[in-house]
């Protein structure tokens, strides 16, 4: 089942494992074009470069590479391995306003989640100079597609580096065991945290005010690269800009039902199968103002729903008939179904379910999207309605763009996802050695992040209708975090009338933008 590997700012699907050559990645010349970007009517000229940065695992000693470079022989002998040791190019495309002094710029690195997609989803719909046109909530029609000025590009307030994953898009992985070491939490975490600290030398960026963005899995990896920067490179950041959370994977609403006793997925994704029905039309009974109703929604779920299925078997049969005919005015679900589900409906039945009566299938990504049900009896979905409506979209104009506007990859392959088979999971905490059993959780990375650095800002955003991360999981994992309730205050809160992908809708894109520029220009330590 595909479900447990969607947590993409797209869909996500199994590929073939990659092949790691023995060889080092060969890098290949920059790629340097300029342009320009209007943005509240004011132009901005821009240089854009397409590259990629070496990086190495762990382990890695570097000095003979240095000393290399500065003219010394090196002779490794017989049991050097420096030819064999696992590495990773990682492409990149960087868009730098003109004119303006590094210290005096903030700096955002972008990158999607998986884990294992490549960035061309937040590169094409967010924040860069042109983004890829996919206006309403239906499927789009085939090429061509249109890429446009993009108005609510961030170049106002920072520049912006869209960074691919290790064995994503152009980005490259060799080497012994090369997978091992870069396909897994910490492994993944390590090679960002020494991207971002080569690009900083690189372009003498140190000085510049500095953010993390991540969508979907991109948060968990923010957690992990914002502690890494601060304990292992000393590197604090200004901020750390979150999209569509998952910090904890046993919150989850995919598939819970194989972690028996845990019942807070049901809890956290309850608000969001609310904000689906009554997008859908689905409730028995109208609700004008859906932010009231959400607020009804989640305090429901956080007492009475919380309070009975912590119970279990001990719960009176009166208040299961009572929590299910609650569930049934928040959800539209029929009640004898939420019973024989014992009050646990997981995303994938629910998707299913809601309009199965017109043959429909709900989306995941964006539950606004409707497709027609491949399976009417399946208990889950089969697949995402809004993946399959704009992924050729996004992919098509990505690849057009790249070749033929940055000059970058011509006769290279752009792969959108490397292998999940591979995904080592186990995460390091910090102080607290492997966490080796049960699902990875990095609250205590970003917790450690803002106890080390108290000026650091974190800002969430979220949309209403995402089944991937539903909101109100990720309020719940910031209120959560074990560290000094007087850092509460260090994080902000933004939602939006939209799914996982915020920023497929201009209106909410907008929105995100504006919530964005304002959060960097409060935090740039400029202003």
Known sequence: MLRKALLLGAAMMAVPALAAGPATPAPNADSVTNGTVT???????????????????????????????????????????SKTAPVASMFYTAYFKEGVPSEKRPITFLYN????????????????????????????????????NNPQSLMDVSDVVFVDAPGTGFSRIAGKDADKEFLGVDGDGEAFTHFISK?????????SPKYLFGESYGTMRSAVVINDLEQDENIDFNGVILLSQILNYDNSDDSPQFNAGMDDPYVLALPTYAATAWYHHCLP???????????????????????????????????????????????????????????????????????AKTGMATGRLDTRYSSPTIDPMSQEVDYDPQSSAISSAYVTAFNDYVRNTLKYGTDEDYRLY??????????????????????PNVMTDLAMAMKTNPNLHVMLNAGYYDLATPYFEGVYEMKHLPMAKSLQKNIEYAQYPSGHMVY????TLQQLHDNVAAFIRRTDNLH
């Open 39 to 81: 943005v509240n009517g004011a132009t901005i000229p821009y240089r854009a470069v397409a590259g990629t940065i070496l990086v190495h695992g762990a382990d890695y000693n570097d000095s003979s590479d240095v000393l290399a470079k500065r003219g010394t022989k090196i002779d490794g002998g017989k049991d050097d391995d």
């Open 504 to 507: 497929v809708d201009p209106a």
């Open 285 to 355: 009974a109208e609700h004008p103002d859906l932010k009231a109703f959400l607020r009804e929604v989640e305090h429901f779920a956080m007492t009475d729903y919380t309070l009975a299925l912590r119970q279990g078997a001990d719960l009176p049969e009166d208040q299961r008939q009572a929590i299910a005919a609650k569930l049934h005015d928040y959800t539209g679900l029929p009640v004898d179904y939420i019973l024989r589900a014992d009050l646990r409906v997981n995303g994938g039945e629910f998707d299913q379910q809601l309009q």
């Open 199 to 207: 690009f900083l030398a690189k372009y003498h960026r140190y000085n």
């Open 418 to 439: 490397n292998s999940q088979g591979h995904w080592d999971s186990h995460h390091r905490q910090p102080g607290h050695g492997y966490q080796p059993k049960g699902e």
């Open 113 to 148: 989640g998986g884990p294992g997609s490549a960035s061309v989803w937040v590169h094409m719909g967010t924040f860069g100079p042109r983004r890829v046109n996919t206006p309403g909530d239906t499927h789009l029609p085939a090429a061509p597609y249109a890429l446009i």
